[in-house]
Nanobody
């Protein structure tokens, strides 16, 4: 059974940093892309960042470019999201996802497996 487990969320002041981790068990995704999405209260889930299998190619939504960095450690079957210069509008539940496709997908329908989410709250 494939499981994705996020960790690292919490409460932080604006301008602060958090590092999210997503540990995958049940199968390896070292040949597949992985991504991060988020959902704020009353809003739809939105794409945040994605990374291809090797880590060479990444893609970010415009509002997090230059502040967030996605990375992966295939030996540990783990993907990370380093979040710096956090803003109150970054407050959301963050989900990691794994896809069975290739490339750097940016739509949620392209992802086959999802974690349960971790709350990130940024206070002003």
């Amino acid at each position: 059974q494939v499981q994705l487990v996020e960790s690292g969320g919490g409460l932080v002041q604006a301008g602060g940093s958090l590092r999210l981790s997503c540990a995958v068990s049940g199968r390896t995704f070292s040949s597949n892309p992985m991504g991060w999405f988020r959902q704020a209260p009353g809003k739809e889930r939105e794409f945040v960042a994605a990374i291809n299998w090797s880590g060479v190619s990444t893609y970010y939504r415009d509002s997090v470019k230059g502040r967030f960095t996605i990375s992966r450690d295939n030996a540990k079957n783990t993907v990370y999201l380093q979040m710096n210069s956090l803003k109150p509008e970054d407050t959301a539940v963050y989900y990691c996802a794994a896809a069975l496709t290739f490339g750097v997908p940016r739509i949620s329908d392209a992802y086959n497996y999802w974690g349960q989410g971790t709350q990130v709250t940024v206070s002003s």
